[in-house]
């Protein structure tokens, strides 16, 4: 008899179970639970102001049918509202395209499949890219597109451009980095 893993859902084989098939479960479980998981990109159409994303035990090579495996989500609607979306509860981390015009939440659902919040969400402003991870309770993100300050153990860069390097004496610039370039044998920067 198989259990399932608690935060992929991995079929996991008894051992001496599946005799003569246990390769068939295994390279489903690669091809439409891990690879997914780790590279997989997903477009979910948004039906209701609350939609918990699919869940499955297990392989299945039905993608609609296990959206919340998925590294990357799209999410699209026509409702015309802000909407939220309900992850299962269990440690994860996305990359949500809110591809609407909408706002959205996402929450981790206090139990498989519902859309009850288990704790805080992040919210996503319309057409904005952003990387989120949970706790199987909370989730929260990073905003990727801003620079860390020197207060907080950054640089505080947003450009290259004027930043010394080498000796720490010159100054960054696209003429310095097609020398760089030419040097390496690569091609060249534009400006």
């Known amino acids: 008899m198989s259990t399932y893993s608690p935060d992929l859902r991995i079929e996991l084989i008894a051992n001496g179970a599946q005799p003569g098939t246990w390769g068939t ?5 690669l091809s439409y639970v891990i690879d997914p998981a ?14 918990a994303l699919t869940y499955v035990s297990g392989s299945t090579a039905t993608a609609s049918a296990n959206q919340a495996i998925y590294a990357s989500l799209a999410f699209t609607t026509g ?13 994860k981390q996305y990359v ?3 591809n609407s015009a909408q706002s959205m939440t996402i929450y981790n659902s206090s139990v498989l499949g519902n ?3 288990a704790g805080t969400g992040v919210t996503i402003a319309a057409s904005k890219k952003v990387f989120v991870f949970s706790d199987g309770t909370n989730f929260y993100t990073t905003d990727l597109a801003s620079v860390l300050s020197v207060v907080n153990g950054g640089t505080g860069v947003t450009t290259l451009t ?28 534009t400006n």
């Open 79 to 91: 409702l015309g509202t802000s909407f939220s979306v309900y992850a299962p509860p269990n440690p």
């Open 162 to 189: 004027g930043v010394a390097y080498g000796n720490g004496t010159s100054a960054f610039t696209a003429a310095t980095a097609n020398q760089l370039v030419s040097a390496i044998g690569s091609t060249a920067v």
């Open 38 to 51: 780790i590279t997989g990109f997903q477009t979910v159409a948004v039906a209701s102001a609350n939609q």
């Open 25 to 29: 479960t295994t390279n489903n479980t």
């Open 96 to 98: 949500i395209w809110n």
């Open 115 to 117: 859309t009850t919040a």
